[in-house]
């Protein structure tokens, strides 16, 4: 099993900067992608940002010159850097992960979602 423990959610005025991170622990062989998502009440749960093994990384559109993902293939994390953040940024943000796991029967990929951190921007 694969846990993704999220961190670095909070209540911030539209303007100001969090953090968020995930951690990746359990059986993991590798990691494939990781990437954040965030959900909106009401609306369905959308990609923020990805960043792949290689490196390479994807931004929303409407997050582009705002937010940043980095990662740590090492210790298994990535973290979001949200800066100038705006009302409309407020939701659940989820961790995700395509992870590799090597088993009895071989390497299987396995798709792992955190639970989710809230971060609620006011105007």
């Known amino acids: 099993q694969v846990q993704l423990v999220e961190s670095g959610g909070g209540l911030v005025q539209a303007g100001g900067s969090l953090r968020l991170s995930c951690a990746a622990s359990?059986?993991?062989?590798?990691?494939?992608?990781m990437g954040w998502y965030r959900q909106a009440p009401g609306k369905q749960r959308e990609l923020v940002a990805g960043?792949?093994?290689?490196?390479?990384?994807n931004l929303a559109e409407s997050v582009k010159g705002r937010f940043t993902i980095s990662r740590d293939t090492a210790k298994n994390t990535v973290t979001l850097q949200m800066n100038n953040l705006k009302p409309e940024d407020t939701a659940v943000y989820y961790c995700?992960?395509?992870?590799?796991?090597?088993?009895?029967?071989?390497?299987?990929?396995?798709?792992?979602w955190g639970r989710g951190t809230q971060v609620t921007v006011s105007p």
């Open positions: 995700n992960a395509d992870v590799l796991t090597r088993g009895s029967s071989g390497v299987r990929g396995y798709n792992y």
């Open positions: 359990g059986s993991i062989f590798a990691i494939n992608a």
């Open positions: 960043t792949t093994s290689g490196g390479s990384t």
